[in-house]
């Protein structure tokens, strides 16, 4: 096991306690198939440890791209279609969303980009598609509350429209 595999078996090994003692749910993101057998069970055991937590999820991208949640959420369903259990017609945005690895989860309303990257990088590309994208010229040690406080209050100043235009907003807004 690598250096930076031991580290997350043994974060994941000490700390899982304490999310629990605190409500957190942990979901780790990512083909961990590549991951030791022995990670693998230890990621397991955390996330059942910690599965009927409510107070906050815990996503940790492991392995993690955007890309490859999408094209596992197709697989998963085209192998569904392939046994018979759905047929073609099932193979819904809804179906596809329950095979994702942050299923069962809401959208991303704000992403928050440190580092004067403006990108995404791969990153939950499913989930953010309606997100407001805020980019900041901060390294990721220097976000703090008043950062956070900027990002969050220009996020409010934004028409959220998810596809529509403004007029199509105002309208759905103006009582008949």
């Known amino acids: 096991m690598t250096l930076l595999m031991q580290l997350f078996f043994t974060v994941l090994s000490r700390e899982i306690k304490l999310l629990d003692q605190n409500g ?29 937590n409510d107070k906050l999820i815990l996503n940790v991208a492991a392995n993690y ?70 980019f900041l010229d901060l390294l990721w040690p220097e976000f703090d509350k008043a950062a956070f406080l900027s990002a969050v209050e220009v996020f409010s100043s934004r028409q959220r429209r998810f596809g529509l235009t403004g007029s199509q907003i105002e309208q759905l807004r103006t009582p008949v």
Not at 114 to 121: E, L, P, Q, V
Request: net charge negative.
């Open 65 to 134: 791209g955007g890309r490859w949640d999408i094209l596992q959420a197709a697989q998963k369903l085209a192998q569904k279609v392939e046994a018979g259990e759905i047929n073609s017609s099932q193979f819904t945005e809804q179906a596809l969303c329950e095979q994702l690895s942050m299923q069962n989860q809401p959208e991303v309303d704000l992403m928050i980009r440190t580092g004067g990257d403006c990108r995404i990088s791969n990153f939950i590309l499913w989930q953010a598609a309606y997100a407001e994208l805020v």
């Open 24 to 52: 957190v749910r942990l979901n780790i993101i990512g083909d961990t198939s590549r991951f030791s057998d022995r990670l693998q069970q230890q990621i397991q055991i955390a996330e059942q440890k910690t599965a009927n």
